[in-house]
């Protein structure tokens, strides 16, 4: 078998982990118990390009219990968890191409690597494995009947491709399912990027004044979490009535070279680029903290910093310090990567869980019904989406009450007013 990972002696710390996340992953262990009986991916090659976590790790084992052959590289070269990948290529048998800390040209080669067995199905988190098929190995199109994506910014190019009559086969996207995004982009991206920071820094947050950038689910998650640890939250917005939510939510709206003055944390969560400019950053307090947690690694202008910096060391492990030549100390965490990932392990396993339940049912739905679908980007069906809340709240412990047939007709009917 071939594959590319850090040292094939993690696994065992690997698979150690790859368990403790499996008991926070209810609704997984519920589907995948249905893959062992149905195999409904016999015979069927997936390449997926994913974040190598404990959670994707579970993805990609119950794919295999419903009969997959699965491929697996990293989605960033920064967040790949090595244990993780040893373990996958040791003891589950699923070949891995990803090595925490890779550089961009390794990067593509582990693409390269998980497309060379001709996939039928692409499973992408950013969507850079549809891009390299459409831009460089077009010959793999005519055996794929669709693919996944898991994330805001996948989805964006992904529907910029389809605008543009590229997209060459139908694309479910992940991300805008509701048991996705409200629960991932906001709990999962909140807590994990505040968990990030921290393990990078230790720095404390209460008394803190922390800039967020973008205030889309993950804004919103992470804005609450920080507001929570008891920092004074300022949001910077391009979209009017997202500054209004953020307004009424009790945070300060104002332009990113306002807030740039007054910040000791910055974090970006936009899915935009130089969303941190230039100008930025000769305004900023010494020793200003700032970070990424959306997909690319572009959202912070790293190459004015490093122009307009006399010195660049690292001085702890994903801490980086510019020092401008104005004299100030700017520290950048992760080197602009998304610092959930890069600095902690991502999402937690809990809310995972129904992100990847949608991918799941999502490849099944696509194996089902591929030949009725178009070349375009295609919402999670609405009831997969119901069907993984139904089985997450059961999972919780958590009952409702359920609409009467009095009720139900009322819904239905126009007629009864004041
Ligand atoms: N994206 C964010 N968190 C993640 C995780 N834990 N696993 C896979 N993808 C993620």
């Known amino acids: 078998m071939k594959y590319d990972i850090k040292d094939i002696k993690f696994a065992p710390k690997g698979n150690k982990r790859i368990l403790w996340a499996e008991k926070e992953m209810p609704v997984l262990r519920q589907i995948k118990e249905n893959f062992l009986k ?11 390009c994913l974040h190598v976590t404990t959670e994707t790790a579970n993805l990609a084992i119950m794919l295999q219990a419903g009969g997959a052959d699965i491929y697996l590289c990293a989605s960033n070269p920064l967040s790949t968890q090595d244990d993780v ?8 048998n699923i070949p891995v191409f990803a090595v925490k800390g890779e550089d961009n040209k390794t990067y593509y080669e582990h693409i390269n690597a998980v497309l060379d067995i001709k996939p039928q199905i692409t499973m992408d988190d950013g969507a850079d494995l549809v891009t390299t098929i459409l831009l460089k190995r077009k010959d793999l199109i005519k ?8 994330t805001t910014t996948g989805v964006v190019r992904l529907r910029a491709m389809a605008k543009d009559k590229v997209l060459a086969y139908p694309v479910i996207a992940i991300n805008d399912a509701l048991t996705k995004h409200f629960f991932d982009n906001r709990y999962g991206t909140g807590q994990s990027t505040i968990d990030g920071i921290i393990r990078a820094t230790n720095v404390l947050l209460a008394g803190k004044v922390v800039v967020t950038a973008g205030y889309g689910w993950c804004g919103r998650g992470f ?3 920080a507001k929570g640890l008891g920092a004074h939250v300022i949001v910077t917005e391009v979209d009017h009535l997202k500054a209004i939510e953020a307004a009424m939510d009790g945070f300060e709206v104002m332009p990113m070279k306002e807030a740039a003055k007054k910040g000791n944390i910055f ?15 000769p305004l900023m307090k010494n020793g200003a903290i700032i970070c990424n947690s959306g997909h690319f690694n572009n959202e912070i202008d790293l190459k004015t910093l490093k122009k307009i910096s006399k010195s660049v060391k690292n001085v702890r492990d994903f801490v980086d310090e510019y020092t401008l030549k104005n004299n100030k100390t700017i520290f950048v965490l992760g080197e602009g990567r998304l610092i959930n ?36 980007v295609y919402v999670v069906p609405e009831v997969l989406d ?4 139904r ?4 999972s919780m412990g958590i009952k409702i009450d359920n609409l009467t047939r009095e009720q139900k007709e009322y819904l239905n009917s126009w007629k009864s007013g004041t």
């Open 85 to 92: 990948a040893a373990s996958l290529v040791k003891n589950y």
């Open 267 to 281: 974090v970006t969560l936009t899915g935009n680029l130089n969303v941190i400019y230039g100008n930025c950053f």
């Open 341 to 376: 990932l890069a600095a902690a392990e991502g999402h937690p396993a809990s809310v995972m869980d129904m992100s990847f339940a949608n991918q799941a049912l999502s490849v099944q739905y696509l194996v089902k019904n591929y030949k009725n679908l178009e070349k375009n």
């Open 391 to 394: 089985l997450k709240l059961n």
């Open 223 to 225: 804005a609450m979490r």
């Open 38 to 48: 149905e195999k409904p991916f016999k015979g069927k090659r997936i390449s997926a």
């Open 386 to 389: 119901n069907e993984i809340a």
């Open 143 to 150: 055996d794929i009947i669709g693919g996944t994506e898991e």
